[in-house]
């Protein structure tokens, strides 16, 4: 029998959502991203949940689109309708999760790169292990972070990440923290239980309160945000149709460097 892609657990005041492709790196594929999405409506709905800890199985958090599909989309007659298609389901995951009445906290282990960094900055809190990686390496594959753009923008300001967005580098869990990516590292072996303990702070404070936090938060002082991730998506779809792309793709495929 298969294992879910996602599994959802609840432990007292805490709903936890993992990512469950371990052999993939968590990577994105559209059955995940629907899976994680349901897994939000339904803690949405578990009044006893305070908050949620989104983590990946495995050692990695979550590497970002699955490339894979992606390269397979390629390859069918309608790929530029299911390219918008799938950049619209990430947009509308990220939407949810800001929108989330509830604390979301990013327990993050190994590498959250791409789409992965994107669903880092949108929880509100991030953990991280010793051993966790970050980076938007989307131009090296001849694609755009242009969902994920105006999220790191947000968190971290623009000057940081035109670092992440023009250099594709990955930067150690040292530097995210100074860039203000993660608000708390710590061993491999606490990140699960620190990061319920984040969760039960929260819940010290009046759901409602919370609520109207994350509102102000995300929805008047970054009231342009949606706007931007909208944005975002179109540029990305239009940027998966370049020659760009069929290169970058192509040397994924054959673990090559690209010819640009």
């Avoid at 490339?67 to 799938?86: C, G, I, K």
Wanted: hydrophobic share 45%.
């Amino acid at each position: 029998m298969s294992q879910p892609l996602v599994r959802v657990h609840v432990h007292g005041a805490t709903g936890s959502i993992i990512l469950n492709r371990p052999d993939k790196r968590n990577a994105l594929s559209r059955a995940l991203l629907a899976e994680i999405s349901q897994a939000f409506d339904d803690l949405h709905q578990e009044r006893r949940v305070r908050g949620v800890v989104l983590t990946g199985a495995g050692p990695s958090f979550c590497a970002g689109m699955d490339l894979d599909e992606m390269l397979a989309t390629s390859q069918e007659p309608d790929a530029h309708a299911r390219w918008s298609d799938d950049v619209l389901a990430y947009r509308d995951l990220v939407e949810k999760m800001l929108q989330f009445p509830k604390p979301i906290v990013a327990a993050v282990n190994g590498a959250a790169v791409a789409g992965g960094l994107g669903l880092v900055a949108a929880c509100d809190l991030v953990l991280a292990a010793d051993d966790a990686r970050f980076g938007l390496p989307e131009p090296r594959r001849g694609i755009t972070a242009a969902i994920v753009a105006p999220l790191v923008v947000f968190r971290i300001g623009a000057g940081q990440a035109a670092y992440l967005l023009m250099t594709g580098a990955i930067v150690d869990v040292t530097r995210a923290e100074r860039m203000g990516l993660v608000h708390e590292r710590t061993a491999s072996a606490q990140l699960w239980p620190r990061a319920v303990e984040l969760v039960e702070e929260c819940a010290r404070c009046a759901p409602s309160s919370l609520q109207l936090t994350k509102r102000m938060l995300n929805e008047t002082i970054g009231e342009q945000l949606s706007s931007m991730l909208s944005t975002g998506a179109a540029v990305s779809a239009t940027a998966r149709t370049t020659e760009a792309a069929a290169e970058g793709l192509a040397a994924f495929r054959e673990k090559r460097p690209p010819q640009w």
